[in-house]
């Protein structure tokens, strides 16, 4: 092997053996400073078969792909969602906007909202030109306790001084509802769910059953800014059979999607990809792209939904697999302050080195100097013994050195010094 070659891999395997103890350092740095997010994620949804509940189905299955497992608590609705959210029993909830306030919400954010929620009124036909008047005495569904419909329902009933001695006020889902309002069991219901719900779509076709259309929806909205105004196209359910029979106005709050603050920012960014999957289609309420967006209704957009909003999924994860992405964040998160480390070190590596291997025939170096002047100094009456016992030794460490064939002509150098130095003991001493 020749000299330069030895000199190139004793100092590569040197580079190498450095940077990956500095790997294990930022290994252990990225550990202790950044944990990797949970595998596990629980949403809180709303009742089985509600549009709250169909949505997290369609969010498991976007999650599981990017080996995330989602985990759906069924609730009554928003309410709950919210009470669920503040307890830390859940990571993520849908909820409607009126809800809550950032200031009753603290540790809450929003990663924007997803689509509308009307709020529907079906009833048995009692209701068609004659107005609030012909709910006296009826059995209205209004919704579970916890359930979003039920807090809207109760705000819209007091706007017309109506209360549980005016009507039977009963706490039904949106699915029984409409199973009962079919049987005829009860009068009527209110419904705040999506067009999807298929409770919904069963009651806009089924005969005997009418949808309110809010003649004052401007008013509630002008009263309650988280509000819009919606209107269902006359026949948009069936042409056929023209449902509805005219333009229906709805008002309706957007649905959000709410995280606790302290989420991992890599499990945001996943679930605001999946909502802009899930919820960008054109529906009947919304054009093509107007879901997932930047709205903070009740509480504050995420420092991640924002980002995402402004320019999309981080670099990482639009190129690679999600928790190769993850790992890879975590790593960036050291690797620019070590690169200052790094640099210098492998620069000024190679001159610790060479001095190192120097100083040892340097120090020898010194051991024969002291010999030379002794044996320079001594006299007649001295006796030589311990002088040739030193140069022996000293030899003998010369020929022990163990370093790199590039310091050959050095330690040879030295050697022949060696010889040079023992040649004084055969010269006359100094007469005393």
Avoid at 346 to 363: A, C, E, F, N, T
Wanted: hydrophobic content about 45%; glycine content about 6%.
């Amino acid at each position: 092997m020749s000299t330069d070659k030895y000199i190139r891999e004793h100092r590569t395997g040197l580079t190498v053996g450095l940077v990956l103890l500095l790997v294990g350092l930022m290994w252990a740095g990225i550990v202790a400073l950044r944990p990797l997010p949970p595998r596990v994620l629980t949403i809180a949804t709303g009742p089985k078969g509600s549009a709250y509940y169909e949505f997290g189905k369609r969010y498991q299955e976007v999650l599981a792909r990017a080996g995330v497992e989602v985990k759906l608590r069924t609730t009554a609705g928003a309410i709950e969602n919210l009470a669920l959210l503040k307890s830390a029993k859940v990571d993520v909830g849908f909820l409607q906007g009126g809800t809550t306030s950032a200031k009753e919400s603290l540790g809450l954010e929003s990663l924007g909202t997803v689509f509308y929620e009307p709020l529907w009124f079906f009833h048995l036909g009692m209701y068609r030109g004659k107005g609030p008047a012909s709910l006296r005495g009826k059995k209205i569904s209004i919704g579970p306790e916890g359930s979003g419909t039920r807090e809207l329902a109760l705000r819209l009933l007091a706007q017309y001084r109506l209360n549980q001695s005016f009507a039977v006020l009963l706490p039904f889902s949106a699915q029984e509802a409409s199973d009962r309002l079919l049987r005829g069991e009860i009068d009527a219901a209110f419904m705040l769910t999506s067009w999807e719900d298929p409770a919904v779509q069963r009651l806009l076709t089924a005969k005997k059953i009418d949808l309110v259309s809010y003649l004052r929806a401007d008013a509630y909205i002008v009263q309650y800014p988280y509000l819009n105004k919606l209107v269902l196209p006359e026949g948009a359910a069936d042409i056929a059979l023209n449902r509805p029979s005219a333009n229906v106005n709805l008002f309706a709050p957007k649905a959000s999607i709410i995280v606790r603050g302290d989420l991992h920012p890599a499990l945001q960014y996943l679930l605001l990809d999946a909502a802009e999957q899930i919820h960008s289609s054109p529906g009947i309420f919304q054009k093509a792209g107007q879901f997932p967006a930047a709205e903070s209704i009740d509480l504050p957009l995420s420092d991640e939904a924002r980002q995402f909003y402004k320019s999309g999924k981080p670099f990482l994860q639009r190129h690679l697999p999600f928790w190769l992405a993850v790992f890879m964040d975590r790593l960036l998160v050291l690797i620019v302050p070590l690169v200052g480390v790094i640099y210098p070190l492998v620069q000024v590596l190679p001159g610790l080195y060479d001095k190192s291997m120097r100083q040892k025939i340097y120090r020898l170096y010194g051991e024969l100097r002291f010999l030379e002047q002794d044996l320079t100094a001594r006299d007649a009456s001295q006796d030589s013994r311990d002088l040739k016992e030193r140069l022996d030794l000293l030899t003998e460490k010369a020929n022990q050195l163990q370093l790199p064939a590039s310091y050959a002509s050095m330690v040879y150098t030295l050697r022949d010094h060696i010889v040079v130095v023992r040649s004084l003991l055969d010269t006359p001493c100094k007469t005393p």
